[in-house]
């Protein structure tokens, strides 16, 4: 190495604990969750995912703007997720709602774990895929629904249901379907939009910011409803943009042929 050239500067060790803390504080909110729903209060677990999903979408934004990013706070976000968009949804609606569609031993019973578990396995599998996946996929897309999104969904069905006062027991069967369905999309091949490209200026349009506005004054207005419909329009988007994609490929190669 050459006198007057100078090692690259490295980020000192102490400016990892920022994006870490934000994962420690998802971590917290997802167990947090789990021991609400477990102690039957619904709202708390569905209010501390939501906290978990926000800090989640922080921790790794942090990392890339402060240059801390590395392969331990990779994997410690991936056990993080698995806590809070895996174990604490599938906890939350098996409380709730599940392990009301039979009598012990039967095989309505069995059928109500073992949904809520599938739920828990295909976030595991998401996750693990996903993480093999880091370096190739394509970032404007998620291949299979995100943990969080699944998570979301998941929730806002709940929080919708006990703010209208809906029994459970009415519920029970449709949310096994829905969790089973969850889980299917996040271990599929279909295609979501990931929302990480961003704009390519520094600079959005109006617009943006007027919809901005008014998806604020409607979730003051009604959060558990409003929450309901923006995550059942992403969860049918999916479908939608992997079909659109394969159309156009296959227009594609009809030009090409």
Same mark, same amino acid.
């Given at each position: 190495?050459?006198?007057?050239?100078?090692?690259?500067?490295?980020?000192?060790?102490?400016?990892?604990?920022?994006?870490?803390? /934000?994962? @420690?504080?998802? /971590?917290?909110?997802?167990?947090? $969750?789990?021991?609400? $729903?477990?102690?039957?209060?619904?709202?708390?677990?569905?209010?501390? *995912?939501?906290?978990?999903?926000?800090?989640?979408?922080?921790? %790794? !934004?942090?990392?890339?703007?402060?240059?801390?990013?590395?392969?331990?706070?990779?994997?410690?976000?991936?056990?993080?997720?698995?806590?809070?968009?895996?174990?604490?949804?599938?906890?939350?609606?098996? +409380?709730?709602? /599940?392990?009301?569609?039979?009598?012990?031993? @039967?095989?309505?019973?069995?059928?109500?774990?073992?949904?809520?578990?599938?739920?828990?396995?295909?976030?595991?599998? #998401?996750?693990? =895929?996903?993480?093999?996946?880091?370096?190739?996929?394509?970032? #404007?897309?998620?291949?299979?629904?995100?943990?969080?999104?699944?998570?979301?969904?998941?929730?806002?069905?709940?929080?919708?249901?006990?703010? !209208?006062?809906?029994?459970?027991?009415?519920?029970?069967?449709?949310?096994?379907?829905? +969790?089973?369905?969850?889980? +299917?999309?996040?271990?599929? =091949?279909?295609?979501?939009?990931?929302?990480?490209? %961003?704009?390519?200026?520094? !600079?959005?349009?109006?617009?943006?910011?007027?919809?901005?506005?008014?998806?604020?004054?409607?979730?003051? *207005?009604?959060?558990?409803?409003?929450?309901?419909?923006?995550?059942?329009?992403?969860?049918?988007?999916?479908?939608?943009?992997?079909?659109?994609?394969?159309?156009?490929?296959?227009?594609?190669? =009809? #030009?090409?042929?």
């Amino acid at each position: 190495m050459a006198r007057d050239e100078q090692p690259e500067p490295t980020p000192p060790r102490g400016a990892f604990l920022l994006p870490n803390a /934000l994962t @420690t504080g998802a /971590l917290m909110a997802g167990f947090f $969750a789990m021991v609400s $729903a477990i102690g039957d209060e619904p709202v708390a677990a569905c209010i501390a *995912i939501v906290i978990a999903g926000l800090l989640d979408g922080l921790d %790794g !934004r942090v990392a890339r703007l402060t240059g801390t990013q590395s392969e331990f706070g990779v994997q410690y976000d991936s056990l993080s997720d698995m806590v809070s968009f895996g174990l604490a949804p599938a906890i939350l609606v098996f +409380t709730w709602t /599940l392990d009301t569609l039979g009598q012990p031993d @039967t095989v309505a019973a069995k059928a109500g774990w073992l949904g809520a578990f599938f739920f828990a396995a295909c976030a595991a599998l #998401r996750l693990a =895929r996903f993480n093999t996946q880091a370096g190739v996929a394509d970032k #404007r897309y998620f291949q299979g629904l995100a943990s969080p999104a699944a998570a979301g969904m998941l929730v806002a069905i709940v929080w919708f249901s006990v703010d !209208r006062e809906i029994d459970p027991q009415l519920v029970a069967w449709p949310l096994l379907v829905v +969790t089973i369905l969850l889980g +299917t999309l996040m271990v599929s =091949r279909v295609r979501y939009y990931s929302f990480k490209a %961003g704009p390519s200026r520094d !600079r959005v349009p109006f617009a943006w910011i007027f919809v901005l506005l008014v998806l604020l004054v409607l979730l003051a *207005i009604d959060l558990p409803a409003v929450l309901l419909t923006v995550g059942l329009l992403y969860v049918l988007s999916g479908p939608v943009v992997t079909i659109r994609g394969r159309a156009r490929q296959r227009s594609r190669r =009809r #030009r090409e042929g």
